[in-house]
């Protein structure tokens, strides 16, 4: 059936590397991805998106690169901060009315 | 600008009791989505509404019902409790592509 699924559920981190946190999806007819963070007792925030005409798209400190021929996803986050500890979520739209897919999580701890 | 607002944070319900979930989503925005989360299934869509039409809907039972208003707030419905409905539901809107998430309403079934 349709999954995103996520390499590594949590990583850990020091404080000012840079971070990876990759995805898998299996549905080909996706052409439009989100990462979200998501913090204890908040909702899932919007980190950043990328569409399938797309390889790579940067943010502030964030990159997402998208390898459309192994359905592959990934996060990077430059120079980790401590308020970077949360759950990442990984998410694809597959053209279904409103709905997205969504990865298991990726806990990411930062050390001071 | 306001966010996604979820109406109660929290609440408890006792099985077999039936419990109503409310969203306001950003002004303008005319598409809502709920969506489950728990530790075991992660994030589950339930169902998408634009313009107080049910657009798509997930695999879940029929006692998981919803609704969308006019002025584009929505409601979600859980009938006949079950102690496997606690969870973090979550509301999302969206103008466009990207969706913007409430704080969501912790359910505890008792």
């Known amino acids: 059936g349709e999954s995103v699924g996520l390499h590594l559920p949590t990583l850990s981190v020091q404080e000012g590397d840079n971070s990876i946190i990759n995805c898998a999806y299996s549905?080909?007819?996706?052409?439009?991805f989100i990462w979200y963070k998501q913090e204890s007792g908040k909702g899932p925030q919007f980190i950043i998106d990328?569409?399938?005409?797309?390889d790579k798209r940067q943010g502030q400190r964030v990159t997402v690169l998208l390898n459309k021929t192994v359905k592959h996803l990934s996060l990077q986050i430059a120079a980790t901060q401590p308020g970077d500890s949360a759950v990442y979520f990984c998410?694809?739209?597959?053209?279904?009315?409103?709905?997205?897919?969504f990865g298991q999580g990726t806990e990411l701890s930062v050390k001071p | 600008k306001a966010g996604v607002t979820q109406t109660p944070r929290y609440l408890i319900k006792t099985r077999g009791q039936q419990v109503t979930l409310s969203c306001s989503p950003i002004?303008?925005?005319?598409?809502v989505s709920w969506y489950q989360q728990t530790p075991g299934q992660g994030l589950q869509f339930l169902f998408e509404?634009?313009?107080?039409?049910?657009?798509n809907k997930g695999n879940f039972p029929g006692r998981f019902s919803g609704r969308q208003f006019s002025n584009s707030r929505s409601e979600m419905n859980v009938s006949t409790l079950e102690l496997g409905d606690s969870a973090l539901y979550l509301c999302?809107?969206?103008?466009?592509?990207?969706?913007?998430f409430g704080q969501g309403t912790r359910l505890t079934v008792v």
């Open positions: 990328i569409r399938s005409n797309m």
């Open positions: 999302a809107s969206s103008l466009g592509d990207e969706a913007f």
């Open positions: 509404y634009f313009s107080e039409t049910q657009r």
């Open positions: 549905n080909s007819a996706s052409d439009y």
């Open positions: 998410a694809e739209d597959p053209n279904q009315g409103g709905k997205l897919i």
């Open positions: 002004s303008g925005h005319r598409s």
